[in-house]
């Protein structure tokens, strides 16, 4: 089709625009790849009073799973903000073993029942995007969430944010129901409440976006940028009422680059993305052989208890990880504690869900890459000294997330986020980021989501 110079033009974007002539030119808008149309979901005045009203509820669900957490953690390790670690730490080894059999016993008991009733439902979100239509069941949704939230406040090393992720999916899936949207119009909402919960919980909108179109969607088509960004803006607004507005990370210095840290990160992505691949396989293994059943039942307490056991000499385990990230961004810890934390947390959040837990993998990631990154960064520097730990901290969480996820621009937008800082360290931080991700990708490619997948059948 020929373009026109000036007169009317045919213009067949949908939705059509409100000008219909050209620009004098005569060019169409639509040679540019992402301002051509829709696609499958049109973005309609229904379709966007669905996305308003499912990224409040959100944003309502995030608030109150985290109230619901922040009750847990003072019951049990009578923390009333500030660090969690400390918390743990203050209390006896007794008492932190008890608190995990008793997380276990609940856990259990709880997520046999859910699973038993609510066998009919569906609560896994990403296997609802990636091979259903998008429809979640909303009672097991929310007791599945309840139960995650309970338990790792009494200390399961288990991400929060999986709780929050799966009520936005719920959320939508309900209200595109209500509504009547098209399959595809269901998909996109589900997709965009659920990097909306993660928005909400982590003070994070442009991460919860970026990662609603490049995890759960693996599409920066424009409707699907607006889309995400609306969702994930309106979520984070609404939250704001309840949880606090600042950075997840508060009070991390802004490192300066280096020339010690350009060459450090370039090493980095490698050990990274090589060590991000066997962690994400060690995910994979015990999400297909994790526990169900009546075997839940003794298996669970089992599990949390060893992680009670490990907590005796480092309460650092406790918990989804935030604590251990917050400190290798400060440069607190020595190679020793250091190699110790990033070697033991996957191997407690994979002895949790094993033994049939239900949680996010998203911070104990974090966690991981910023102990790893601090651990590697103490070693550098006795060869190349001058450098902050923190800084090598930061850059490792960019880059175990990128790599964990398949998803580098997620891990660096997530980092700066959660932080507010690391602007300087962008250029060491993209290196080692694309290389840790391009190495996982080569050498397997399966992410700490597309792992996770149940059975087909199950």
Request: proline share 4%; charged share 10%; glycine share 12%.
């Amino acid at each position: 089709m020929g373009p026109k110079s000036g007169g009317d033009s045919e213009r067949q974007r949908v939705p059509p625009p409100l000008i219909k002539r050209r620009i004098a030119s005569g060019r169409g808008a639509m040679e540019q790849p992402n301002a051509t149309h829709d696609g499958d979901a049109s973005l309609t005045p229904k379709f966007w009073l669905a996305v308003a009203i499912t990224a409040v509820a959100t944003g309502l669900f995030g608030a109150g799973l985290m109230a619901l957490l922040q009750f847990v953690e003072k019951l049990a390790f009578s923390y009333h903000g500030g660090s969690y670690e400390k918390a743990v730490a203050a209390t006896t080894n007794l008492h932190r073993l008890v608190s995990l059999v008793l997380a276990g016993i609940i856990g259990a008991i709880g997520w046999y029942l859910v699973r038993r009733f609510f066998s009919h439902e569906k609560s896994e979100i990403d296997d609802a995007l990636w091979n259903g239509d998008g429809e979640l069941g909303a009672r097991r949704s929310l007791a599945t969430s309840v139960v995650s939230e309970v338990v790792i406040g009494m200390g399961a090393s288990i991400g929060r944010e999986a709780a929050p992720k799966l009520m936005g999916g719920a959320s939508a899936s309900v209200v595109a129901n209500w509504f009547g949207l098209t399959t595809a119009q269901k998909r996109l909402l589900v997709a965009c409440a659920g990097g909306a919960g993660l928005a909400a919980v982590y003070n994070v909108p442009l991460g919860g976006a970026v990662f609603t179109a490049e995890v759960m969607l693996g599409s920066f088509a424009l409707p699907t940028v607006l889309a995400a960004l609306t969702c994930s803006l309106i979520a984070t607004l609404t939250a704001w009422l309840f949880l606090p507005s600042a950075a997840t990370y508060a009070d991390i210095p802004n490192y300066a680059f280096s020339g010690s840290i350009m060459v450090w990160s370039v090493v980095a992505g490698v050990v990274i993305g090589l060590l991000a691949v066997v962690y994400v396989r060690l995910l994979g293994w015990v999400s297909a052989h994790r526990a169900s059943g009546v075997t839940m039942l003794w298996m669970m307490p089992v599990a949390f208890a060893l992680v009670g056991v490990a907590g005796f000499k480092y309460p650092q385990l406790f918990g989804n990880g935030k604590d251990m990230a917050h400190d290798a961004f400060l440069g607190v810890g020595g190679l020793v504690l250091l190699l110790a934390l990033f070697a033991l947390k996957p191997l407690v959040t994979a002895l949790c869900l094993g033994s049939g837990a239900a949680g996010g993998v998203f911070t104990p990631f974090l966690s991981i890459g910023a102990t790893l990154g601090g651990f590697l960064g103490v070693a550098w520097t006795h060869w190349w000294p001058g450098s902050p730990v923190g800084a090598f901290a930061l850059i490792g969480a960019a880059a175990m997330i990128g790599a964990a996820m398949q998803a580098p621009l997620v891990g660096l937008v997530l980092v700066v986020e959660l932080t507010h800082t690391g602007l300087h360290l962008m250029i060491p931080m993209i290196a080692a980021t694309t290389i840790a991700t391009l190495i996982g990708r080569q050498i397997d490619g399966y992410s700490i989501y597309s792992a996770r997948l149940p059975r087909r059948g199950e």
